[in-house]
């Protein structure tokens, strides 16, 4: 029998739960730093996953509940992966066992809440890399301006950054800049591009600028 939804439709999480799409796209930066998250259990976890036909209905099946414990959604890719065919053939849950400091798990999931663990698992990095950006931005050693740190804490959470020609890359990404950390290439070629203007600028501050000429990618 042929679904009654398509699967875009029935796998999405309504727009009004915590931790959807629509929830996150709507956070500041400084919503998502003070976010609290469930718990995720480490990459590995999952020991048992199996496809059901019943539609669940319960909190526990399609709602992140407070001080939950959930699989890891990289360990769950190998499920997401069969949805369309599972789906078409009748399949509207999946059972998964998990483990967790020596605790084992089992819950049934509306394949809604997959969408849930994923967005979670996705956003949990990002809001780590916040909370360790303003720590260093409020820092004494780093003076800002209470507007432009305003402005920053503001800003859309997921929102790439802007002002540059070559170079696009969440705002989240900037926390590369911080310690010892790997260096996006993506932050590297924006530090580049902002010392170009900045040189192309104080070059031509005594002439008549007809043309600016831009990097090339």
């Given at each position: ?135 260093h931005l409020m820092s004494p050693q780093f ?75």
């Amino acid at each position: 029998m042929a679904p009654d939804v398509p699967l875009n439709v029935y796998a999405a999480p309504s727009p009004h739960l915590a931790y959807s799409p629509e929830f996150f796209n709507k956070l500041t930066i400084a919503k998502l730093a003070a976010l609290e998250f469930p718990t995720l259990a480490p990459e590995g976890s999952v020991t048992l996953t199996e496809f059901l036909p019943e539609v669940p209905r319960s909190a526990a099946a399609t709602v992140i509940r407070p001080n939950e414990i959930l699989p890891n959604y990289a360990d769950l890719v190998g499920v997401t992966r069969h949805l369309t065919s599972k789906y078409q053939n009748g399949m509207r849950a999946v059972r998964v066992t998990f483990q967790y400091l020596e605790i084992e798990y089992c819950y049934i999931y509306h394949f809604s809440k997959l969408n849930l663990i994923r967005c979670i698992t996705n956003n949990a990095g990002p809001s780590q890399k916040y909370r360790h950006l303003l720590g260093h931005l409020m820092s004494p050693q780093f003076s800002l301006g209470e507007e432009v740190l305003q402005t920053f804490s503001n800003a859309s959470a997921l929102a790439p950054i802007s002002g540059f020609f070559n170079t696009s890359f969440r705002l989240y990404d900037l926390h590369s800049l911080l310690s010892e950390n790997y260096l996006e290439e993506d932050v590297l070629n924006a530090l580049l591009e902002l010392s170009y203007f900045r040189q192309f600028c104080q070059q031509t501050t005594t002439k008549k600028i007809n043309s600016l000429i831009l990097p090339t990618s």
